[in-house]
């Protein structure tokens, strides 16, 4: 069972940047597609960017070229450097499979955007 456990959320202001970070248990990581996903308040989860297992990389369009994603397998880690901060992308973050989910998914990590 892999457990995943996302940090480095918080509130920023307008056009801030994070990064935010997954630790996943488990020797299987290195080889799968990773993914981060959002939920914001009333709508469902939605993919923001996704990473295969040799680092080619995929972004949502509402995304695309103020985040990016990266992986260091060596560590079982996965990570989203997000730029430009807007309100919309307040939301709580997930890191998971893509584009088949692993069956239990992390708390999740609060970003909060205020203008």
């Known amino acids: 069972q892999v457990q995943l456990v996302e940090s480095g959320g918080a509130l920023v202001q307008v056009g801030g940047s994070l990064r935010l970070s997954c630790a996943a248990s488990?020797?299987?990581?290195?080889?799968?597609?990773m993914g981060w996903y959002r939920q914001a308040p009333g709508k469902q989860r939605e993919l923001v960017a996704f990473?295969?297992?040799?680092?080619?990389?995929n972004y949502a369009e509402s995304v695309k070229g103020r985040f990016t994603i990266s992986r260091d397998n060596t560590k079982n880690a996965l990570y989203l450097h997000m730029n430009s901060l807007k309100p919309e992308d307040t939301a709580v973050y997930y890191c998971?499979?893509?584009?088949?989910?692993?069956?239990?998914w992390g708390q999740g990590t609060q970003v909060t955007v205020s203008s």
């Open positions: 998971n499979k893509y584009p088949e989910h692993f069956a239990s």
């Open positions: 488990g020797s299987i990581f290195s080889i799968n597609t």
């Open positions: 990473i295969t297992s040799n680092g080619w990389t």
